[in-house]
């Protein structure tokens, strides 16, 4: 009986770890995916700057309040506009930005499948 | 014929391309945040810097009338040349002003208005900057006019007499 409660508790001690780690692991891919405004060139992860250690914070106090990725995607958007986040969104301003590509290797595709597939 | 047109095409491809990014060179890339007004007064518990009291964010702003908001430190060089201009806008009484203070000891604030004067009819108390964030700033100083619980402009960098003027005649 002894050994079930020491196994019990320890049980419990490890799965509070990890449910831990597991929020500052989403804490971690929120910060490397926001833009620091205030350093240029680098994600909030990366800095170090009064307002990169602020976000950070601020992110992690929203995870404790529950708020999921796209919650806390959103609520600093509508504060910031897009530019902070690294992963622009597909809507009709970022159409081009993210169709491109697929319609360049699309014709691509067409030129080399023209030029030396079906000319043999 | 074909050969022509071709070469001309990818004359003017590169033509069009060094253009491009010979003006993008000009472009300046520090970015600042669009300008978001008209939001109204973003909602979360405050302290108090005189009491230590917690209350609303919007009670704060409550009455029908025009507030400033201004986000200060005393570290913060460019806060300490506005300050006589907030000194002026509240003595004279032409608007109510709420200070923001922003990443700051409470010791150091302190003398900072007791040496400048205190112009802040409530301090806000932000030790580690997270309710800058909520209203939308990136750092000191920054001041919002806001008009029955909407921010109606906002003014990145410190405040001069242009501003001050601006901010009288729409107030008025």
Redesign the interface.
Known sequence: MKLLKLFFIIFIIFSLNHLKANNENIKNDITKNLRC??C?GQSVYDSDS??A???K??VK?KLNEGLSKKQIYKFFK????E??LYETELNKNTYILWLLPILIFLIGGAIVFKNFIFKK | MKNKLSSILITFAFVFVFVLFYKGLKNT???T??K?INNVVPLFTVDLFSTGKKVNSIELFSAEKFYLLNIWSSWCVPCRQEHPLLMYLSKNKIVEIIGLNY?DKKINAQSFLDELGNPYKNIIFDK???Y?????A??VPETYLIHNGVIIKKYIGPLNEELIKEIKSLIK
């Open positions: 405004l205030t240029q009064e307002f250690n602020s976000i914070i601020l106090k509508d504060k910031y506009g530019w902070i | 890339n520090i970015y945040p669009e978001k990443k580690e900057g997270i800058a964030i909520e209203w939308g990136y750092g």
